[in-house]
């Protein structure tokens, strides 16, 4: 089969489409034939040689495809070959085929298309595990997204307005948020030009953000995330674009009786990972049956093109950028 491989770290010119060893499926385990992956900024991180995937996993980068199953190892059974499906991966998403646990492959949610379904699995995980699984969102709550736009946040919008909580958001530009008003966004704040902490107290009159769903990590935004957070509130955290070192200001927190979780999917224990899917599964494929979800995608490429598509990651993007297989 061909692949997506990394021959040293660096820029996206890094990146080929070689021919490498087709995989097998171990026990427990489909190989599905790959439709489409999503591109993810674990992705980038690893193509730059900051985040090398768990002993054992493909070396490949991509952690979501979508495809058709092509065989079964042992020990598998709810699953047959020929199912187009979804899937949760490690890594190995940039090839023609990859080795899938069957506890993390999801069937293709009605009304979503084959190539589509790859923009589902990562994202919808993160945001069902980490807003609803740890941090308990509410209806009526408030869930503060840092970085509203992108895949992780334009499904967040859609699944807590789906229970009927409010969301805050942040992004970067004018065209940004009016896209993530129309998915439901109720509070717009430009990261530019405008001080999150303060947009939140002003919108909640001095109240704050039930829960907050933060991919920066370091830096400052350790501490104010606390300080927009709600007696109470929750902070989860997802992401370090921001650093992976930052000042908390505990008297805070205890202030507010809050909580701080710091969460990756991806080094999860395989029995964990397939408890959030069966989750998903049970709870968010309905609401995408009956349209009240759906994946957003900005473009998609040939996989031959991922240099192309991680430079699409440069923060123009508008949800989830995907490759296809030829």
């Given at each position: 089969m061909h692949a997506i491989t990394v021959a040293e770290p660096g820029g996206p010119e890094k990146l080929a489409w070689a021919e490498v060893p087709d995989p097998a499926p171990g026990e427990g385990e489909v190989l599905v034939e790959v439709a489409a992956a999503g591109v993810n900024r674990a992705d980038i991180m690893q193509r730059q040689g900051v985040y090398d995937p768990p002993p054992g996993a493909s070396p490949y980068l991509g952690l979501e495809c979508s495809g058709t199953i092509a065989a079964l190892g042992p020990e598998v059974s709810g699953w047959s070959v020929g199912e187009e499906v979804c899937a949760l991966l490690?890594?190995?998403?940039?090839?023609?085929?990859?080795?899938?646990?069957?506890?993390?492959?999801?069937?293709?949610?009605?009304?979503?298309s084959l190539v589509d379904a790859a923009a589902l699995p990562e994202?919808?995980?993160?945001?069902w595990s980490n807003v609803f699984m740890i941090a308990h969102l509410r209806p009526r709550e408030l869930l503060f997204?840092?970085?509203?736009?992108?895949?992780?946040?334009?499904?967040?919008?859609?699944?807590?307005?789906a229970i009927g909580a409010r969301v805050a958001v942040t992004a970067g530009s004018k065209e940004k948020l009016e896209f993530c008003a129309e998915l439901g966004a109720d509070i717009l704040i430009d990261y530019h030009e405008q001080?999150?902490?303060?947009?939140?107290?002003?919108?909640?009159?001095?109240?704050?953000?039930?829960?907050?769903?933060?991919?920066?990590?370091?830096?400052?935004?350790?501490?104010?995330?606390?300080?927009?957070?709600?007696?109470?509130?929750?902070?989860a955290i997802i992401g370090l674009q921001a650093g992976t070192k930052g000042e908390l200001d505990i008297a805070a927190l205890l202030m507010r009786e809050g909580a701080v979780t710091a969460t990756s999917l991806r080094s999860r224990p395989l029995k964990?990972?397939?408890?959030?899917?069966?989750?998903?599964?049970?709870?968010?494929?309905?609401?995408?049956?009956?349209?009240?979800?759906?994946?957003?995608?900005?473009?998609?490429?040939?996989?031959?093109?991922?240099?192309?598509?991680?430079?699409?990651?440069?923060?123009?993007?508008?949800?989830?950028v995907l490759l296809t297989t030829p």
């Open positions: 490690v890594g190995g998403g940039y090839a023609q085929k990859v080795a899938v646990p069957a506890g993390q492959v999801l069937p293709v949610p009605k009304g979503v994202v919808v995980c993160t945001v997204v840092q970085g509203g736009s992108g895949g992780i946040g334009t499904m967040a919008i859609q699944l807590a307005k001080d999150f902490v303060t947009e939140i107290e002003r919108a909640t009159d001095g109240a704050g953000a039930d829960v907050i769903l933060d991919n920066m990590g370091g830096g400052d935004y350790l501490d104010r995330n606390v300080a927009a957070l709600a007696a109470n509130g929750r902070l964990e990972k397939a408890a959030i899917v069966a989750g998903v599964r049970e709870h968010v494929w309905p609401l995408i049956a009956a349209g009240k979800v759906r994946p957003v995608i900005d473009r998609e490429l040939p996989m031959s093109e991922a240099a192309e598509a991680h430079r699409a990651l440069d923060g123009s993007h508008i949800g989830k």
